[in-house]
C-alpha cells in the first residue's frame, strides 16, 4: 500500500466543497504507481480537507474534515507521494472524526412574483444561477435554530453587507 497526497487546484476544491460527491476524479489521473486501496489524503489551497482511497481512476471519500487541516499548507498542485512515517503525522495531526447529528439547514430569498408557481420557478432559477459560490446558506443543530450560522461553499461566511 502506497500513501498520497492530492492538491486540488482552487477551482476543483471549490466544486469538492459545495457538493456531496461521492470520489473525486482528478483531471490528470492517478499515479501509475498508485493502485485500488491506496491512501490518499486530499488538499486544497488552504490544507487538507478530506481523506479517501483510491478506487479505479477515482478517489472515493473516506472522511471529509469540517475545518481544514494546515498540515499540508504550501504543498504543491497535484499529487505527491508521502512515506508511511509522514501519512501517520498527516493523519495524527487532523482532528478526530466528530459523530454525525441532525442538522436544520435552510435558504431563503425574496422573490417578487405574480403568484406562487411563478415564486417558485424564479426562486429555482435564482437558486441555479447564483449556486454555492454566492449564495449562502443557514446551517444550525436541529432543535437549536438560535445558534445559526450562514455558510458559503462549506465555510462559515460573514452576513454583513458591508463585507
Same mark, same amino acid.
Given at each position: 500500500?502506497?500513501?498520497?497526497?492530492?492538491?486540488?487546484?482552487?477551482?476543483?476544491?471549490?466544486?469538492?466543497?459545495?457538493?456531496?460527491?461521492?470520489?473525486?476524479?482528478?483531471?490528470?489521473?492517478? /499515479?501509475?504507481? &498508485? =493502485? +485500488?486501496?491506496? @491512501?490518499?489524503?486530499?488538499?486544497?489551497?488552504?490544507?487538507?480537507?478530506? !481523506? $479517501?482511497?483510491?478506487?479505479?481512476?477515482?478517489?472515493?471519500?473516506?472522511?471529509?474534515?469540517?475545518?481544514?487541516?494546515?498540515?499540508?499548507?504550501?504543498?504543491?498542485?497535484?499529487?505527491?507521494?508521502?512515506?508511511?512515517?509522514?501519512?501517520?503525522?498527516?493523519?495524527?495531526?487532523?482532528?478526530?472524526?466528530?459523530?454525525?447529528?441532525?442538522?436544520?439547514?435552510?435558504?431563503?430569498? /425574496?422573490?417578487? &412574483? =405574480? +403568484?406562487?408557481? @411563478?415564486?417558485?420557478?424564479?426562486?429555482?432559477?435564482?437558486?441555479?444561477? !447564483? $449556486?454555492?459560490?454566492?449564495?449562502?446558506?443557514?446551517?444550525?443543530?436541529?432543535?437549536?435554530?438560535?445558534?445559526?450560522?450562514?455558510?458559503?461553499?462549506?465555510?462559515?461566511?460573514?452576513?454583513?453587507?458591508?463585507?
Amino acid at each position: 500500500m502506497r500513501y498520497w497526497l492530492l492538491v486540488l487546484n482552487e477551482d476543483d476544491f471549490a466544486e469538492q466543497q459545495a457538493y456531496e460527491v461521492d470520489s473525486v476524479e482528478p483531471g490528470a489521473g492517478v /499515479p501509475a504507481l &498508485a =493502485g +485500488d486501496g491506496d @491512501e490518499v489524503a486530499l488538499a486544497g489551497p488552504g490544507g487538507v480537507f478530506a !481523506l $479517501g482511497e483510491i478506487n479505479g481512476g477515482a478517489v472515493a471519500y473516506r472522511r471529509r474534515l469540517e475545518e481544514l487541516s494546515a498540515v499540508a499548507e504550501g504543498a504543491e498542485e497535484g499529487w505527491g507521494e508521502l512515506n508511511p512515517d509522514a501519512w501517520e503525522r498527516l493523519v495524527r495531526a487532523l482532528p478526530a472524526a466528530e459523530r454525525r447529528s441532525d442538522w436544520l439547514v435552510s435558504l431563503s430569498l /425574496p422573490v417578487e &412574483a =405574480g +403568484d406562487r408557481a @411563478e415564486a417558485v420557478r424564479r426562486f429555482w432559477s435564482y437558486a441555479r444561477t !447564483l $449556486g454555492p459560490t454566492e449564495l449562502p446558506t443557514f446551517v444550525a443543530p436541529y432543535g437549536r435554530e438560535l445558534e445559526g450560522t450562514a455558510f458559503l461553499l462549506g465555510a462559515e461566511h460573514e452576513q454583513d453587507p458591508e463585507e
